[in-house]
């Protein structure tokens, strides 16, 4: 099919009533143009078209981008955020997309659908009026546009990801916050109305500063696996990943944070590496902690003497059955976990082990 019969076919199915922007978008892969609009307005120029309006397939929607973006200009001011990156949506009628979808099926051509194209063109414009980019991928703000009726704006701030490793120097402190078990976190006598079992956690005390810092609503603290409340993380740290929702500022200082992080700790937890993150690392962290080894340091002392015969049995241990521990059995599934011991050894201490 050539332009002249394409062209006669769209125009008897809208009889003639069509906009630029639809127009040339349906000849997309026929006439050459940076855009949609020039690529109709060339058409129309080219055959003398006598268009009338509105436009049966967009109800002229594209006429109100520029009021659209405004819009968004005005709503992102309002909330005061700091971003560089933005994605755009809409939502159209279902029957105005339908009726798109159904136009170029009869014509048998494959150009672009009405929704992307309205996307690209109301995406360019809010770019733009923002001063940012657009990204696809992890965005800093979701932009959605409805023009179904009077124009409605949506905006979604995306989390902001920071990364390091922790060092838990004292027992006593569970990896998050840990809700009473009685209250389940309203507040009660048993836990003096905090609604926590422990007054404090690694989570609470890493992402308190940060999130005062990036004003966000909260945070979420995902570890690379936990360790129990009465022990010690120590050596090189455990990998974490902490999640920022809808922060208003991103323009933060990891290094500063870090700084403030440890100096409010006071000796109980300690921070290093601090650096923005992703959500993609969030998800391979997770993963990670499945199939990592764990090394256990511990310091044991016996009520009698042992011999180097029953060490040399120890050394032989494999497979370890584990049940649920009591103390976690309130968020994990009592059953029995093997577990393999990959080495083990031991050192004398003053005749002791």
């Known amino acids: 099919m050539d332009v002249q019969q394409r062209l006669g076919g769209l125009l008897e199915i809208t009889e003639s009533r069509i906009c630029l922007q639809c127009l040339g978008r349906h000849f997309i892969d026929l006439v050459e143009g940076p855009g949609n609009r020039l690529r109709g307005e060339k058409l129309q120029k080219e055959f003398s078209l006598k268009l009338s309006g509105p436009c049966m397939i967009c109800g002229d929607v594209f006429d109100r981008i520029d009021e659209a973006a405004g819009m968004v200009?005005?709503?992102?001011?309002?909330?005061?955020?700091?971003?560089?990156?933005?994605?755009?949506?809409?939502?159209?009628?279902?029957?105005?997309?339908?009726?798109?979808?159904?136009?170029?099926?009869?014509?048998?051509?494959?150009?672009?659908?009405?929704?992307?194209?309205?996307?690209?063109?109301?995406?360019?414009?809010?770019?733009?009026?923002?001063?940012?980019?657009?990204?696809?991928?992890?965005?800093?703000?979701?932009?959605?546009?409805?023009?179904?009726?009077?124009?409605?704006?949506?905006?979604?701030?995306?989390?902001?990801?920071?990364?390091?490793?922790?060092?838990?120097?004292?027992?006593?402190?569970?990896?998050?916050?840990?809700?009473?078990?009685?209250?389940?976190?309203?507040?009660?006598?048993?836990?003096?109305?905090?609604?926590?079992?422990?007054?404090?956690s690694v989570e609470e005390l890493i992402a308190g500063p940060i999130l005062e810092a990036s004003q966000g609503r909260d945070a979420r603290f995902h570890g690379s696996g936990r360790e129990d409340v009465d022990v010690r993380m120590l050596g090189t740290g455990r990998p974490f990943v902490l999640e920022i929702r809808e922060p208003r500022v991103r323009n933060l200082d990891p290094e500063s944070l870090?700084?403030?992080?440890?100096?409010?700790?006071?000796?109980?937890?300690?921070?290093?590496?601090?650096?923005?993150?992703?959500?993609?690392?969030?998800?391979?962290?997770?993963?990670?902690?499945?199939?990592?080894?764990?090394?256990?340091?511990?310091?044991?002392?016996?009520?009698?003497?042992?011999?180097?015969?029953?060490?040399?049995?120890?050394?032989?241990?494999?497979?370890?059955?584990?049940?649920?521990?009591?103390?976690?059995?309130?968020?994990?599934?009592?059953?029995?976990?093997e577990r393999r011991v990959l080495e083990i050894s031991w050192n004398w201490l003053d005749g002791c082990l």
């Open 73 to 200: 200009k005005e709503r992102v001011d309002e909330l005061g955020l700091e971003y560089s990156s933005v994605l755009v949506g809409t939502r159209l009628p279902p029957e105005m997309v339908e009726l798109d979808d159904e136009i170029r099926k009869r014509l048998g051509i494959q150009t672009e659908g009405l929704k992307r194209d309205l996307n690209r063109e109301l995406g360019k414009r809010v770019v733009k009026l923002l001063g940012c980019s657009a990204e696809f991928e992890d965005p800093d703000l979701v932009v959605m546009v409805d023009f179904r009726g009077d124009i409605r704006v949506w905006i979604q701030i995306n989390p902001l990801f920071l990364e390091g490793r922790y060092r838990k120097l004292v027992r006593g402190i569970p990896q998050t916050r840990w809700p009473c078990r009685k209250c389940r976190g309203r507040g009660c006598e048993r836990c003096n109305y905090t609604g926590k079992m422990y007054p404090t």
């Open 258 to 337: 870090e700084e403030e992080v440890n100096r409010r700790a006071q000796g109980m937890v300690e921070v290093e590496g601090l650096r923005f993150s992703t959500r993609k690392r969030k998800v391979e962290l997770k993963d990670s902690s499945q199939s990592r080894y764990k090394v256990y340091r511990a310091l044991v002392e016996l009520d009698g003497d042992v011999t180097e015969e029953a060490l040399e049995r120890l050394g032989s241990l494999d497979i370890i059955r584990q049940r649920t521990p009591v103390r976690v059995s309130h968020r994990r599934a009592d059953r029995v976990r």
